[in-house]
């Protein structure tokens, strides 16, 4: 576990990248690696939330696809709200009032990426989503990027990944 960790010695930053969604008490971790950091020193993280993505007008396909990576995260203990917390946990932690930023990508048209995304999201995530959340049936993962793309395609729509959110802060 992160949490466990010994360090050298101090650091001029501490960067992670959706690695704190899945710590069972990020704000301990943060506190920890913030006691790592020298004066003057960064904390910056980023990490998803999950369940901002979207699409307009409603994709079906889409829209349960996402429903099913949340429920797959959330089962296998993953935070899919973290990048939400982030504000609250640089806090919590004792760290300078941090500043926030958000990242998305959305797409419409022909050859969607988040038709893609989504169906390479789901496919990684079928061993969690077949022990109790959807069947293979359901799944049909074998059609799920073409219906994703149709639906999306048809209604003259796009889709919104899960944002980004980074949120950092320098020590005084």
Same mark, same amino acid.
């Given at each position: 576990? /992160?949490?466990?960790?010994?360090?050298?010695?101090?650091?001029?930053?501490?960067?992670?990248?959706?690695?704190?969604? =899945?710590?069972?008490?990020?704000?301990?971790?943060?506190? !920890?690696?913030?006691?790592?950091?020298?004066?003057?020193? @960064?904390?910056?993280?980023?990490?998803? =939330?999950?369940?901002?993505? =979207?699409?307009?007008?409603?994709?079906?396909?889409?829209?349960?696809?996402? *429903?099913?990576?949340?429920? /797959?995260?959330?089962? #296998?203990? #993953?935070? #899919?709200?973290?990048?939400? !917390?982030?504000?609250?946990?640089?806090?919590?932690a004792g760290l300078p009032t941090p500043t926030l930023s958000l990242d998305a990508g959305i797409w419409g048209g022909a050859d969607n990426p988040a038709a893609v995304m989504v169906t390479e999201v789901?496919?990684?995530?079928?061993?969690?989503?077949?022990?109790? @959340?959807? #069947?293979?049936? *359901?799944?049909? @993962?074998?059609?799920?990027?073409?219906?994703?793309?149709? *639906?999306?395609?048809?209604?003259?729509?796009?889709?919104?990944?899960?944002?980004?959110?980074?949120?950092?802060? !320098?020590?005084?």
């Open positions: 576990r /992160a949490a466990e960790l010994q360090f050298p010695g101090p650091f001029d930053a501490v960067v992670g990248r959706l690695v704190r969604m =899945h710590q069972p008490d990020p704000v301990a971790l943060l506190r !920890k690696l913030y006691r790592a950091l020298r004066p003057g020193g @960064i904390a910056a993280f980023q990490e998803f =939330h999950i369940r901002g993505a =979207h699409s307009f007008p409603p994709s079906p396909a889409f829209e349960q696809c996402m *429903e099913w990576i949340a429920a /797959a995260f959330a089962r #296998t203990g #993953t935070d #899919t709200r973290m990048g939400m !917390k982030l504000y609250s946990a640089f806090t919590g789901t496919r990684s995530l079928l061993p969690v989503l077949k022990a109790g @959340i959807a #069947t293979e049936a *359901e799944v049909a @993962i074998d059609s799920l990027q073409d219906r994703v793309q149709r *639906e999306i395609l048809a209604g003259g729509g796009v889709a919104l990944s899960p944002p980004l959110i980074g949120c950092w802060s !320098k020590l005084g």
